[in-house]
């Protein structure tokens, strides 16, 4: 079978030639930048793994219009993360990634007195292939009266003819329909106003008398 030379290796021939034709010794020449055999040191070969869940595990007393998130040690593969690798229990919605962070929105407020779990398989890929190295789980339960509230603050009353102001995510569509229900109205934007930077619909109620 013949064998042909590439211009590289023909060069190096050439060069070792007249190297030893003037007496000169050869040295191992640098490694051929396209040799299969040069191996990459710098590969990433280390499996991304889940730092922290929102709501946290275990937790109770969670907001029905509540969204899930889950952060990782390192930006993942958006393209893995989907409604089939991470998914909450009983419940239909959205995958969204930013980062290293990924986000289930539910299609509707959760049930109220209701345990999810919430599940990352082993789908979920980081930005060199690498997936996680074993399926992550975590669980919460929704409020028992299943209403979001508004909180004046510490020790403090609200009374009648006040108002009530809160912010909420826009893509948190689930959210923003319960808010609604409950008499809420869209003020405006808060830019920035999340630790993504993301902005926030603002919110407002006054509080009136009910019979």
Known sequence: MKRTLN???MAALLAATLVLACGGELTDPPPNPGDNNNNNNNADTQAPTVQSV???DAATDVDRATIVEVTFSEAVNASTVTSSSFTVSGAA???TVNGTTATFTPDASLAEATAYTVTV?????DVAGNAL???FTSTFTTKANGLPTASAGPDQDVSLGETLTLEVRPSNRAAVQLYES???RH???RAGYYADDSDALVMTKRVRETT
């Open 7 to 9: 211009s590289t290796r």
């Open 54 to 56: 929102s709501p946290t």
């Open 93 to 95: 919605g959205s995958v």
């Open 121 to 125: 398989t082993t789908a979920v890929q």
């Open 133 to 135: 190295a074993a399926n």
């Open 182 to 184: 409950l008499g809420y």
């Open 187 to 189: 003020m405006g934007v």
